[in-house]
């Protein structure tokens, strides 16, 4: 497959889950998020493509540094994003999506388009 008929918008992606997470998940999930990103990103790989997810990978690199810190060497956002929010799989979900929206509006200038 050739690079330039891939038309993947990451920006437009995570609006799409963010508006309908339960045509994604079923429900909304953190969990559910962090695998579907992992198995979008190898798939990828597999068709020769570049990873996709810019954005999301630079926030994660972000919040690792600015939220998780030293305090606690061995956790992985994930799992501090439900820590943070007392296990809940779903307040997860939803607080990734704020923070993720956050880190774009402060630095890249940028959020989330409008979707159907």
């Known amino acids: 497959m050739n690079e330039n008929n891939c038309t993947f918008d990451e920006l437009e992606f995570f609006a799409k889950i963010k508006k309908r997470p339960g ?3 079923g429900q909304p999930s953190l969990l559910s998020l962090r695998d579907f990103l992992f198995g979008m990103s190898l ?3 597999f068709c020769g493509y570049q990873d996709k997810f810019k954005y999301s990978d630079l926030f994660i690199d972000w919040y690792t540094e600015n939220e998780i810190k030293d305090q606690n060497a061995y956790a992985c956002w994930w799992n501090h994003m439900l ?6 799989d779903r307040q997860a979900f939803k607080y990734f999506l704020h923070r993720f929206e ?7 200038n940028i959020s989330l388009p409008e979707v159907n």
């Open 83 to 88: 820590y943070i929010c007392g296990g809940s």
């Open 23 to 25: 045509m994604y998940f």
């Open 43 to 45: 798939a990828f790989g």
């Open 102 to 108: 956050i880190y774009l509006s402060e630095v890249h």
